[in-house]
Each structure stands twice: as structure tokens, then as C-alpha cells.
């Protein structure tokens, strides 16, 4: 009998929506269940890339916003083969963030060039997920939330772009707007997490029926 893969979880939403809480709840659940699963956040601040992004995140270094820009990109691609190898061998792998975000977040810079589309194609060719979960959150909510602010993109202007950004990441066409599903993150965290579950539930589960094989980012 073929092992039937993992499935490919990535979160989103605005700084402070509890990504991270919502991340290990649903990690803590599906071990619970009996599913191997595995955890990754991006930016990955391990590497010498994530590093060098880290310093830049915490306003300890500059770099050219293109530059910083293909920086997540190859964060992100220096896990991807890792991503692969443990969705084939049957791991569900939930992300804390992914290329998701790092579309709509240079995006959302404004700089002349680095629109939605320009931004993507770094992505093209990445493990792309299941499902992805959006929290969304309005920012003034967001704002009042422990430790906003404390890094570089954690500002409330930037904030609104972004989740004006993601709207238009999901209307603009390709399958961005066919795997993210939002969920009210201003609901409590119980709510929230049992409307995760509800949905990530299918979505494994309909990875292993229908012998789904892992695709990939595509281009627009």
C-alpha cells in the first residue's frame, strides 16, 4: 500500500492576528489525532539568510527593497526540498507564514516595480499548500495586541496595505484565491481555533482519500 503524503498547512494574516498560538494549537491537535507533523516558521532565522533578514527585520541593517525581497524568497527556497521530502513521506507540514506574505508585504512597500506580480515570481516553482488559513484581524485590534510594533513592517499603515493586499491576492486570479480561507481572527482564541480545526480536518483528510499529489506555486 502507497503511503499517503502529508498534507502542506501555511498560515497567514497581519502581525499580532496569533498565528503562532493558532499554529502549535493546530500542530498539538494533529498529533493528537495520531498524524506525524512538522512546524516551520518563515522568515527561517536560523540560516545566514534568515539572519541577515533578522537584522534587517529588527532595524539593526538596510538593504534595497529588492533586494530584501528575493532574501525572503531564498529563505523560503532553502527549505522547499525539506518541505517535499517530509510531505512524501507522510508529514503534514504546517507553515507560520510563506510566500503569501512575502508577495504582499514588499507589495505593500509601494515601491515603483514591486507590484503583486513582480513579486510572485521569485515563488514560482515552491511547494505550494492545501489550504491557507488567514487570520484576519482589523489592525486597531492588532495594535493592541502585546509586543506590536517591534519590528520593522509591525507599523499601522503597513498593516492596512497589507490586508488590503491580501484581499487582492485572492481576487487577482490564480490559485491563491482557490487555497486561502479566511477566518475571523477577532473571535476568542477558542473559536478561532475550532474553526481551524474544522477546516484543516477536511483538508487532510481529503489529501489521504484522493491520493492528491503535492503541486506546486504556478505562474499567473
Keep these: 500500500m502507497v503511503q499517503p503524503r502529508g498534507a502542506l498547512i501555511a498560515f497567514e494574516g497581519l502581525d499580532r492576528s496569533g498565528k503562532s498560538t493558532q499554529c502549535q494549537l493546530l500542530v ?15 522568515p527561517n532565522r536560523s540560516t545566514p539568510i534568515g539572519q541577515m533578514i533578522n537584522s534587517y527585520l529588527a532595524g539593526q541593517t538596510q538593504a534595497e527593497d529588492h533586494v530584501i525581497h528575493l ?14 521530502r517530509l510531505i512524501e513521506a507522510g508529514t503534514t507540514v504546517v507553515l507560520d507564514r510563506y510566500y503569501y506574505s512575502g508577495i504582499v508585504y514588499s507589495a505593500a512597500k509601494l515601491v515603483d516595480g514591486m507590484g503583486l506580480e513582480w513579486c510572485r515570481q521569485p515563488e514560482v516553482g515552491l511547494p505550494r499548500p492545501d489550504v491557507c488559513v488567514f487570520l484576519d484581524v482589523d489592525t486597531e485590534v492588532a495594535k493592541q495586541r502585546g509586543g506590536f510594533g517591534e519590528e520593522r513592517y509591525e507599523k499601522a ?8 493586499l491580501f484581499g487582492e491576492l485572492r481576487a487577482k486570479g490564480g490559485h491563491e484565491g482557490d ?18 480545526w474544522r477546516i484543516v480536518d477536511g483538508v487532510v483528510k481529503n489529501v489521504a482519500v484522493e491520493e492528491m499529489t503535492l503541486r506546486k506555486v504556478d505562474p499567473w
Design 179 to 196: 487555497d486561502i480561507v479566511v477566518v475571523d481572527a477577532g473571535m476568542e482564541v477558542k473559536d478561532v481555533q475550532e474553526s481551524i
Design 71 to 84: 532574501l525572503f524568497s531564498a529563505n523560503r527556497w532553502e527549505s522547499a526540498a525539506e518541505i517535499e
Design 28 to 42: 498539538d491537535h494533529l498529533r493528537s489525532q495520531g498524524h506525524p507533523v512538522s512546524n516551520m516558521r518563515f
Design 157 to 164: 499603515e503597513m498593516q492596512v496595505r497589507v490586508r488590503e
